[in-house]
């Protein structure tokens, strides 16, 4: 198995992050311990929201007393953490995110199960993931049929995720490769000169294999990326486990079907955009080949059903 990404992105991104924001820190704190604990969380997820409101033309003052403030409590760890400003405080997709507190047998689990797939996945699966510092769970009113794989983050909040609490081993993997995936999608495009899809975030007109209402271009293209990315993981766990196939093979006939609607709009992709796709397409398609082709034909013809029920 092999995850296609590249780590000097996310370096030149974090060097960009430590050269604006360690002044601001210096200069926000009078009291050397606060300073120190600050510095010690520079690369947190509230870090990088701090300095993504103090680069707005209209900083919300509030919101920067209050990264203040976080940030100089105890360091920041790897792990599940209850707090508010590591979700955006609005609807997603028309439906309320609502927190969960965590209990301690919860992050214990979770821990405990992050360490087996980090003994059981390729290292290259733990090199992808170190992308996401900090976890927090949710419920999300509205999708309850949707919670079992929730997950979401924000280019805000570098390097901060929520999902539900299903903290089951291989949907932990699922969120947690999901959100990676975002993360270094948003980071491949953010040093890209140039659109990666002529009106790939306007033109809301295609039926997305992953979503019920009509989603630009760029929406199904990460959904290919994330979601191939998905599939791997999924399927290399699955070989060990026996488990939740049902899953796999659904994620795998909506990545194809994801696939088959990008071939037909090439012309609208750039070259960058294309050359991130020939990384990951080669990788599905040999996983992909790898299940039953009556299982592969029965999922893939559930999604195209699904497709023609979101076209009426």
């Excluded at 990088?48 to 707005?56: D, G, H, I, P, V």
């Excluded at 405080?89 to 609502?98: A, F, K, L, V, Y």
């Excluded at 070989?239 to 795998?252: A, E, F, P, T």
């Excluded at 960058?272 to 992909?288: H, K």
Aim: include cysteine; hydrophobic fraction near 40%; charged fraction near 25%.
């Amino acid at each position: 198995m092999m995850l296609p990404f590249n780590n000097a992105f996310r370096k030149s991104y974090e060097n960009a992050q430590l050269k604006f924001i360690e002044p601001v820190l210096k200069t926000a704190y009078t009291d050397s311990k606060e300073l120190n604990i600050a510095l010690l969380n520079i690369m947190s997820p509230i870090s990088f929201l701090l300095a993504s409101e103090l680069k707005k033309s209209k900083p919300d003052g509030d919101l920067i007393l209050r990264c203040i403030e976080n940030l100089k409590q105890d360091p920041i760890s790897f792990g599940v953490i209850d707090g508010e400003l590591l979700l955006t405080p609005i609807d997603t997709r028309g439906d309320q995110i609502n927190f969960l507190k965590s209990n301690e047998n919860e992050r214990a689990l979770f821990l405990e199960n992050i360490k087996k797939l980090k003994d059981t996945l390729p290292i290259i699966w733990t090199d992808f993931i170190s992308i996401i510092n900090t976890i927090t769970f949710v419920s999300v009113t509205g999708k309850e049929e949707l919670l079992e794989h929730f997950s979401g983050s924000d280019s805000d909040r570098w390097g901060a995720m929520h999902m539900s609490n299903n903290i089951d081993l291989l949907n932990i993997a699922e969120c947690l490769t999901h959100e990676a995936s975002h993360h270094w999608m948003n980071l491949y495009e953010f040093y890209t000169s140039g659109e990666f899809i002529d009106d790939g975030w306007t033109n809301n007109s295609f039926v997305s294999p992953w979503r019920r209402d009509k989603r630009p271009l760029m929406g199904i293209y990460h959904g290919i990326y994330v979601f191939a990315n998905v599939f791997i993981v999924l399927q290399y766990l699955n070989n060990l486990y026996q488990k939740d196939c049902n899953r796999l093979h659904y994620v795998g006939a909506q990545v194809k079907r994801g696939i088959e609607i990008i071939e037909l709009n090439y012309k609208y992709l750039s070259p960058n955009a294309l050359n991130l796709l020939s990384d990951i397409i080669p990788i599905f398609e040999t996983a992909y080949l790898k299940s039953p082709k009556e299982v592969r034909h029965d999922y893939y013809q559930k999604i195209l059903k699904e497709e023609l029920s979101k076209q009426h």
